[in-house]
């Protein structure tokens, strides 16, 4: 569990089928909750008490967290101005390839967390109203299932490897070239940069499992 004093940065949700839309969380999470569950099948065992486990693979990890959002100061409605883009993140869309499903998503929090997943549930209240009945204060209840697993590496690509300061990166689900440029370098727009080393015929149609060339900027 993390508490309130774990950190001072405030967290972000990014979509990553559109990386124009991100929600700027207005006060760090109190706590998160982050869990894992594995599957196991029992074989019986003749003349025996206990049975033998069979590993049957991992479930994605789990991410539930409450956040709270306020706009009273300025007397805008909270979920214009903050809890509506959450919620978009339930909506299906249709994804490049023509895939239709809600977006791909990444919750970061400073350097402590950096969650890849889809919102499987959102639940909210609102708590605080203006007298013409504008929402200003509201709390989301989120939860978020993983979708990526982090601590797949990609396999190295001699010819660039072996080239001073590059290196490699595989595509993940929902990524697209200018989130990957804004992770790499700081700035969504060099995407075109790494469309010109990469020789990408159509940038905007990046392809899962595709291993990119990242080279140091000159």
């Avoid at 206990?50 to 693979?57: K, N, Q, R, T």
């Avoid at 306020?70 to 919620?87: P, S």
């Avoid at 499903?101 to 959102?122: D, E, H, M």
């Avoid at 010109?196 to 015929?201: A, E, M, S, V």
């Amino acid at each position: 569990m993390v508490t309130e004093n774990s950190g001072f940065e405030k967290a972000q949700i990014l979509n990553l089928d559109n990386t124009e839309e991100k929600v700027d969380c207005m006060f760090r999470p109190k706590e998160l909750s982050l869990n894992k569950t594995n599957t196991w099948s029992e074989k019986p065992v003749k003349e025996g008490d206990v049975p033998a486990l069979e590993f049957g693979g991992g479930k994605p990890a789990e991410l539930k967290m409450q956040l709270f959002f306020d706009t009273y100061q300025t007397g805008e409605d909270v979920r214009k101005k903050y809890t509506n883009k959450v919620w978009k993140l339930m909506d299906v869309i249709t994804a490049k390839g023509g895939e239709k499903r809600p977006p791909y998503c990444q919750f970061t929090w400073g350097n402590y967390l950096s969650f890849k997943a889809v919102i499987t549930s959102i639940s909210q209240e609102f708590t605080l109203f203006l007298s013409n009945g504008t929402p200003v204060r509201s709390t989301l209840n989120v939860s978020f299932k993983q979708s990526v697993d982090e601590k797949k590496k990609p396999r190295q690509n001699p010819t660039t490897a072996s080239k001073p300061g590059y290196r490699t990166r595989q595509v993940m689900p929902g990524e697209t070239l200018d989130w990957i440029a804004f992770e790499e370098y700081g700035d969504p727009h060099r995407w075109r940069f790494l469309a010109d080393i990469n020789n990408l015929d159509d940038p905007m149609s990046l392809k899962e499992g595709l291993v990119l060339a990242i080279a140091p900027l000159d």
